[in-house]
């Protein structure tokens, strides 16, 4: 198989193995006009399976919801078909509008303009707890 380099735009890589149209999805990346490249189930040394995303153009988007879905993701930006910048995510302290809150008695669950919002409390186990009423999100 043979997927071009990218010129100018962004490699996002190390994703775990089936994540990567979860990240397609969270990024909206259906709705840009530009080429994007999915490689699902890439042989790695490291983590034996990986997916990767390749996006060529200049894109600017929110880095938090990739360290929140995997922090072990690394981004590589290029330009002139060569890495100038390599960004390690890490789990954010507080994200919004990425997942919603399961509580029924939420005031999110009730008011659909309110922005669903969590915070990082535990980030050895990747515990996210809502910001109105303390409702537990735990990533697997």
């Known amino acids: 198989m043979n997927i071009d380099s990218v010129e100018k735009g962004l490699v996002i890589d190390h994703i775990e193995a089936g994540k990567a149209m979860e990240i397609y999805k969270y990024l909206n990346l259906g ?3 530009c080429s994007v490249a999915i490689i699902k189930n890439a042989k790695s040394k490291k983590m034996g399976k990986k997916d990767i995303i390749k996006v060529e153009d200049n894109i600017n988007m929110d880095l938090k919801v990739l360290g929140f879905i995997d922090p072990t993701i690394t981004i590589n930006v ?3 078909g060569s890495i100038i910048r390599k960004i390690n995510l890490e789990l954010p302290d507080e994200v919004e509008n990425i997942v919603k809150c399961k509580n029924p008695r939420c005031i999110t669950s009730i008011e659909q ?3 669903h919002k969590f915070k990082l409390t535990d980030k050895e186990n990747k515990v996210y707890r809502c910001v109105y009423c303390d409702t537990a999100y735990e990533q697997n």
């Open 113 to 115: 303009e309110i922005t």
């Open 78 to 80: 290029i330009d002139n």
């Open 31 to 33: 709705k840009m006009d």
